[in-house]
DNA sequence: ACAAAAGTGTTACACGTACACCCATGG
DNA sequence: CCATGGGTGTACGTGTAACACTTTTGT
């Protein structure tokens, strides 16, 4: 049994895709292999399968680009222009990914020409991806001026400057780096290892690991880690 | 030209909506006209046509059911279960409307068996809405913790009782009403009228009226407008 | 010894919270 | 006149923001 007279659309879900360098945030791209706009910069995307839930065709997407898998996924939004694919109406379920770049498997990727881009410099882009990318900046703002999601972006081990780095390259501002280790640290997600990270500074910097229990436990609750989050839109 | 051998699947847009009596948080269901599951208690929904776009579609629906338009709508997830609709596999986009419940135009509604169920008493519903309905209140929680958009519940002129009652009743706990409206008199979002309502106590409470163009720009602000937000989700 | 980045403590202020009484009115 | 709900002010504690110097070590 079916509903008849009604219109089946195409699903896709599309990826975007955050790394994290020490320096900047990235965007991970890969260049499509088909027409049209051949060649161009897109986010990595496809089409739901028949008995495909989004989020299992997300992580697939994820994983065939990436090679990795459970890493941070959520679902953002989901667009509708009719006309957003030239050649056929497709709606797109978007979701956003944040992952450790130092995990990123790259050789997996070549098949797709696959490429990081700074934030500040990507590509023009396919269809409205652009707009998406820009959706999801301001979806990354709001969601880590309330949640500790920006852990996700950094390696196991990580360094409070680098953390502090995170943050302000994030909202394009500058914190107090007391103030700042001072609330990161009352959350008690933080433990501090005993080992120091020593490439970046003469006096090294100690290493902190997340406590994994606080962490999942407390992931929901409103941290406010942003002071003042007026200019987060 | 089409994408060739890929799978098409029928789209809904389900509207949550909500409305307030004073009383208690209530939502609009309506009895389903199709089989299966004709008669059970459903959402409001509709397929996408060919050429509408998402937000078209929600506003379609919406104001086929109550009449209104222009009301706040916005769009909150898309669930996809493939085994969701037992017909057929549908993806659907779901929106929550916030709608003022004396605006409501109830003889529209009577085609589609149409009424208002307080929220804590709603019935079984058909597939899996009452996890969409779920979801949306704490999408609601959650969004009016941070911005003032539980006015759209209200009529133009409302009194602070009101208002506080409203809160209190999303969170199901208590306020204080002398930090409340300092509270929310602070923000400038009121604007206090000369006459009062004197339905509900003898003493009569003043009326108040949106201040709109504050309310507008201030919209995406965060307003912290609940004091502890930790049971929220 | 000096340059470069890490780490730490105090104070002032704003905001949130707790709390109790008076006011206006209709019955 | 009294019961009911509306309206207001203050004192205290917590948390946020501003601010500068010392430590470590590689060169």
């Known amino acids: 049994m079916k509903y008849s007279g009604q219109t089946r659309l195409l699903v896709a879900v599309d990826c975007i895709i955050f790394g994290f360098d020490g320096e900047c945030y990235k965007l991970l791209l890969i260049q499509r292999g088909m027409a049209p706009e051949k060649k161009k910069w897109s986010l990595m995307g496809g089409f739901v399968q028949?008995?495909?839930?989004?989020?299992?065709?997300?992580?697939?997407?994820?994983?065939?680009?990436t090679g990795l898998e459970q890493v941070y996924m959520e679902q953002m939004y989901t667009f509708s222009q009719?006309?957003?694919?030239?050649?056929?109406r497709t709606i797109a379920v978007t979701y956003v990914a944040l992952i450790d770049i130092n995990k990123y498997q790259q050789q997996i990727s070549e098949e797709f020409h696959a490429k990081w881009f700074p934030l500040n410099e990507t590509p023009q882009l396919i269809f409205d991806h652009n707009e998406i990318v820009s959706?999801?900046?301001s979806w990354l703002r709001?969601?880590?001026?309330l949640h500790p999601i920006l852990f996700e972006l950094l390696p196991n081990k990580f360094t409070l400057p680098q953390l502090l780095a995170l943050y302000e390259d994030l909202y394009e501002t500058s914190f107090d780096k007391r103030n700042f280790s001072r609330k990161v640290l009352s959350t008690g997600l933080l433990i501090k290892q005993k080992e120091k990270e020593k490439e970046s500074s003469k006096k090294g910097?100690?290493?902190y690991k997340l406590h994994k229990k606080k962490y999942k436990d407390g992931f929901q609750t409103f941290l406010n880690f942003v002071a003042k989050p007026e200019n987060i839109l």
Chains 1, 2 share one sequence.
């Not at 028949?50 to 680009?65: C, F, G, Y």
């Not at 709001?142 to 001026?145: E, F, L």
């Open 50 to 65: 028949p008995d495909e839930h989004l989020d299992e065709a997300a992580n697939r997407i994820l994983k065939k680009l």
């Open 82 to 88: 009719p006309d957003r694919d030239p050649v056929e």
């Open 135 to 137: 959706k999801a900046k």
């Open 142 to 145: 709001y969601k880590a001026a």
């Open 205 to 207: 910097a100690f290493y």
